[in-house]
């Protein structure tokens, strides 16, 4: 496995999706909304902790659902999300079988369907460490957002409030 080159499709992704200087996880959403032509609809789940799956992504004919464990720091919360942004981003999609697509209409979370995400969620699989290492990229560009917003809405608000 070429760690390098993972991370490189990683930084293309990044870059292929135009994120601008400043960037919220809002911003973020918009972005792959507009880029993927769907909603993205994001849900708390609390039966996935017992499972101990912390999220999920079901890419629905409409809209990209996604999943994710009860948790009460919001930076977790912002963690699980970007990971789910980070594989669809890279349209993994592609990846799932048509079983699994078949299993994601049903309404509820099936055992056969929560060890099938399992398969597909490990985290040494080569598709794991792309989408992780995108998902660090944008927790940094969200990062440097909220470091400079520290400074600048303080000024804005100078000027125009
Ligand atoms: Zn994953």
């Known amino acids: 496995m070429d760690m390098e080159q993972l991370r490189g499709q990683a930084a293309a992704a990044f870059h292929d999706l ?17 880029d993927r032509g769907k909603s993205i609809v994001i ?3 609390k039966e996935l902790a017992r499972n101990q799956i912390s999220g999920l992504w ?6 990209d659902l996604i999943l994710h464990a ?3 720091s919001p930076l977790h919360r912002e963690q699980i999300i970007l990971h789910e942004f980070a594989h669809m981003a890279l349209n993994h999609e ?9 299993a994601t ?4 979370l099936s055992p056969s369907l929560v060890s099938k995400c399992l398969a597909r969620c490990q985290r040494h699989t080569e598709p794991e460490i792309v989408a992780e ?5 944008f927790a940094d560009a969200l990062a440097r957002t909220r470091r400079a917003g520290r400074v600048e809405p303080g ?3 100078g000027v125009f409030g």
């Open 18 to 34: 135009d994120v601008p200087e400043r960037v919220t996880l809002e911003d973020l959403r918009e972005l792959l909304e507009d």
């Open 43 to 45: 849900r708390e789940v």
């Open 58 to 63: 079901f890419s629905l004919p409409e809209t």
């Open 70 to 72: 009860e948790t009460s």
């Open 94 to 102: 592609r990846l799932m079988d048509e079983e699994e697509h078949l």
């Open 105 to 108: 209409l049903l309404p509820d």
């Open 133 to 137: 290492s995108l998902a660090d990229l």
């Open 155 to 157: 000024n804005f608000r």
